[in-house]
């Protein structure tokens, strides 16, 4: 006993034991020896229970539990059967994925409902499915077969998980907010079918790794589409967000956001400028009034066309006898007509550009079905004529020029505010040089388009000069650009004068940016002393130390010069295919980390607001007429948190803009009929 005495504790007597290594302890009655103690089993029960589910109805008395793969059944007592034989059958188990792997490389997997709820409430908000999916046994299945512990949630707790998920990421987006410096804006408004107004708000801005970002920030319910109701919606979700510094808010050329915009220069602090330049006008609507000022004269050979397309739409047989003309024809294109909205001249270009190919297929139904003139005479139009087709040829080759410009500045992915001068140059030069045509259908179109075109960018001062500025900034063009435009529009005379309005603009700025993050340059030139006295020193040292002594005069020179000089002074960068302007000043902030700030916030201005509108396409889908019970708080949730969620895709500008006219269209809902809403508190 001596030996079990000295490994036991001194304040315990020779026949005393504490209790917790008692019972560990197997004493030999026989012997009198004692033996180690038993070892537990090294497999942790627990782990069983990742491959395994009670099977519920079982008797207390027999448990039983059946496998998650196979969904073979064991005993499953803890006192009578314990968990070994599971154990041994996961190993084994053939439908077991992991059952090959080594061990080191066996997935493992633990269950947590709320990561599994909160996946499903993604999958309702970016799939854009209804809530009740998850009442259905086809889901309810699926989820049974992938994990059978759970318990899938009624479409009310879904709900409730969506508006969960919305606070989640919103308070993501807050801290990014607070990180970033000014965010420039895009609203506007629409009416859903159920004749209930609302209002989209999206911050735009490039962050610290200069990345360009647009992010829904608000679609919300506002009582009537009035500027001061709008400046008032804007104010308040400025403020719930935290966000104190507008550089510019992007609007379409309605009155009433002449008015929203006043309002916010006045009651919204944190202006660029006293906010001076704030209001950007839409390029994708000034394009619009533009174009369908000129279509105005063509509106008889539209409208044949656009009733032939009509007719051949109207039903599957005539759709059918058109593409057995088209066969007859041999003409391979896939496309097929399509319809256009007369509001929206980017449809009609498509509408247009897709039937002008089919113009001998439309001649050969004239012939051969002779219900399609007499469709036609129904509505007073005839069939398009031959000269109607020469028309809609001249008309095809002049829009796209303003449907291309229109797709290339109402992209969200990459930065447009650099392109907008060089686009609306490029289209002023093109009208003028249709003006000029022989051609009179053309010339009468160009002409009263260059009308059009002279109210809203006929001169500079009915331009944001902040356009200016993102031209100046884009490093492949600086003035030189500016130099070259304005000398071609306006004149030798106004070049100077308007080369020195963008130079004081950008100084202003540069100033503002300066106290703000900290001032880089103005001060005056002072000669660098030297150390050395040249006539101590051989002619070879003298010539080294020359070129030393030249090249701190350089230094010097460049550390007294301000970041807009030193941008200036340096030559254009070569227009390279996909040159990356994002890229360029994130190589090169730390050369000019001042004017790189003032780059950040202007190379993120949107020239237009289709951003905002492709937020009505997905609105409109989110309240269809089998959705339309939904609270605008829902709406919300949704809309933005899709917004936050999804990977950036590209906007289809015909979706954009002709979706939303489709969601206007009226419906049979009733819009006194009550809200449903949702506890989301």
Known sequence: MDSFRSDTPTNLRDNEISTPLASNINLSSSSNTILPPKRKASKDPSTVWEHFTKIDGCSLSDPKAGCNYCHKTYACHPKKHGTSSMLHHVGVCKKNPDRNRPKDQQATHKFDPEDVRMAIAEMIICDEVPFKVVEGQGFRKVCQSLEPRFQVPSRTTVARDCIKLFKKEKEKLRKVFKEIGRVSLTTDTWTSNQNFNYM???????????????????????????????????????????????????????????????????????HLLEGKYIHIRCCAHIMNLIVNDGLKDCDDSIARVRNAVKYVRSSPARMEKFKKCIEKEKISCLKLVCLDVPTRWNSTYLMLEVAETFQKPFLRLENEDGYFSRYCRSVGLSPPSSSDWVRVKIMVKFLKIFYDATVRL?????????????????????????????????????????????????????????????????????FSLLHFWFKKIYGGNLVEEMIVKVKELMIDMYGEYSIMYGSSGGVSYSEPPSSVDPSMIDSDSQQSFWVEYEQEIIE????????????????????????????????????????????????????????????????????????????????????????????????DLRASLDNVESFEAESEFDPQSSFIYIDDE
Request: hydrophobic share 40%; charged share 20%.
């Open 200 to 270: 989209c708000l999206t911050a735009h801005f490039i962050d610290c790794e200069w990345k360009l970002h647009k992010k829904i920030i608000n679609f919300c319910l506002i009582p009537n589409h009035k500027g001061d109701t709008i400046g008032r919606h804007v104010e308040s979700c400025l403020q719930d967000w935290g966000i104190e510094k507008i550089f510019t808010v992007t609007v379409d050329n309605a009155s009433s956001n002449d008015v929203a915009i006043d309002y916010l220069k006045r009651f919204v602090e944190g």
């Open 410 to 478: 109402s992209g969200s992915l990459y930065v447009t505010s650099n392109a907008y001068f060089q686009e609306i140059c490029g289209i002023q030069s093109h009208l003028s040089k249709m003006s000029q045509s022989n051609d009179p259908v053309l010339k009468v179109m160009a002409t009263s388009m260059k009308s059009k075109y002279n109210k809203y960018w006929g001169s500079i001062e009915k331009t944001n000069l902040m356009i200016f500025i993102a031209v100046v900034l884009d490093p492949r063009c600086k």
């Open 556 to 651: 010097s020179s460049l550390r007294n010069k301000s970041e807009i000089d030193q941008y200036l002074e340096h030559g254009c960068e070569a227009r390279v295919p996909n040159f990356d302007i994002l890229d360029w000043w994130k190589i090169n902030e730390i050369k000019y980390p001042i004017l790189a700030r003032v780059a950040r916030d202007v190379m993120a201005i949107p020239v237009s607001t289709i951003s905002s509108e492709s937020a009505f396409s997905a609105g409109g889908r989110v309240l269809d007429p089998f959705r339309c019970s939904l609270s605008p708080r829902t709406v919300e949730a949704l809309v933005c948190t899709q917004n936050w969620l999804k990977d950036p895709i590209t906007i």
